[in-house]
């Protein structure tokens, strides 16, 4: 067993005030820690630190680290980048509609602004409908890269609880 140094019991003496009891919770997941060798408060807090940064070194996961950013939990669908394209294809329409139906006498402006009021607004619609779809499909890649990102952790946080359950089980400590 090595010699500790002041430095290593002055984190193991802040650890142990940060955990002050045999039950440890890590993420929502609660890691019991029991005692099998008579081991005393302060060799507890000792083991616990010390096996809390070999685990940490081990995995490359901190539970303490808050300034490690979670993933979000939630997807913000953007807009739609062509918002608006229906109306102003109605409008556009209407107004060439108007314009080439006033210089045929047959039809006239108004049927001239109802037709092209009509077609405008129907190609507005598709290039409208067109953006809400690469919108949500931009929603669907997010919350893909999400779902991995919290699954890498989830994986990380596992593994960092299997290497601490480990190390304090080699020190004498039974673990569930």
């Not at 002050?20 to 408060?41: F, H, M, S």
Request: proline fraction near 4%; charged fraction near 20%; hydrophobic fraction near 35%.
């Amino acid at each position: 067993m090595k010699l500790f140094t002041n430095t290593n019991s002055i984190f193991a003496t802040v650890f142990v005030m940060v955990v002050t009891c045999t039950q440890w919770v890590i993420a929502d997941e609660r890691l019991y820690v029991y005692p099998n060798d008579g081991q005393d408060k302060e060799q507890i807090g000792q083991d616990r630190y010390e096996c809390h940064r070999w685990a940490v070194d081990e995995t490359g996961f901190d539970p303490t680290d808050f300034d490690q950013p979670a993933p979000p939990d939630l997807v913000v669908v953007p807009e739609n980048p062509k918002r608006g394209a229906t109306g102003i294809g109605i409008i556009t329409g209407a107004v060439i509609g108007g314009v080439l139906g006033s210089m045929d006498h047959h039809t006239g402006t108004g049927t001239g602004v109802a037709i092209g009021g009509v077609i405008g607004g129907v190609a507005g619609a598709v290039v409208e409908s067109e953006g809400g779809r690469q919108a949500r499909e931009e929603a669907e890649s997010q919350a893909a890269v999400l779902g991995e990102q919290k699954a890498e952790l989830a994986l990380r946080r596992s593994n960092y609880q299997r290497a601490l359950a480990a190390c304090l089980k080699g020190r004498g400590y039974t673990v569930r």
